[in-house]
């Protein structure tokens, strides 16, 4: 019963960062930090494309993903396009990987321990979405900020 509601929320959220990068009307501010900002919108996005690529595709959609954290923070400069590429390829990837999910799967324990101990699928899922939509808020703050 929670799967549903999960994709549907997905969907909305990662429609809105696509949103937020087309937004941005100058593009090298995607790349843009200043003062106490020190994540771009960009790193911020790539970010969370490897985070939900490694978290959701690799573990529970068997997608082969292999994350690079470290340049989910260090490139720069990545086309606008290619950002938006990656993230309507991770939000087909994550309303596939979602819908072949079986409910009772939420109620098991994730194949990994990201935290200190571990926890059921549905929890994690939960946790990535309002991770998610806290990089989304960051997102749409440093484009009212500095895309000027």
């Given at each position: ?133 806290y ?5 749409n ?7 000027i």
């Open positions: 019963m929670i799967i549903a509601p999960l994709r549907s929320l997905y969907q909305r959220d990662l429609h809105k960062l696509k949103s937020e990068i087309e937004a941005y009307q100058n593009e090298e501010n995607l790349w843009k930090t200043d003062k106490n900002i020190s994540n771009s919108a960009g790193n911020l996005c790539l970010h969370l494309i490897g985070n939900l690529n490694h978290f959701i595709g690799t573990q529970l959609g068997n997608t082969g993903y292999v994350r690079h954290r470290d340049l989910e923070f260090s490139l720069k400069d990545i086309p606008r396009t290619e950002l938006i590429e990656k993230i309507e390829a991770m939000t087909t990837m994550i309303d596939s990987a979602l819908s072949q999910l079986p409910e009772t799967e939420m109620e098991k324990e994730y194949p990994l321990v990201v935290f200190e101990d571990t926890m059921t699928t549905g929890y994690f899922l939960i946790h990535l979405i309002t991770h998610l939509d990089h989304l808020g960051q997102i703050y440093h484009r009212r900020l500095l895309d």
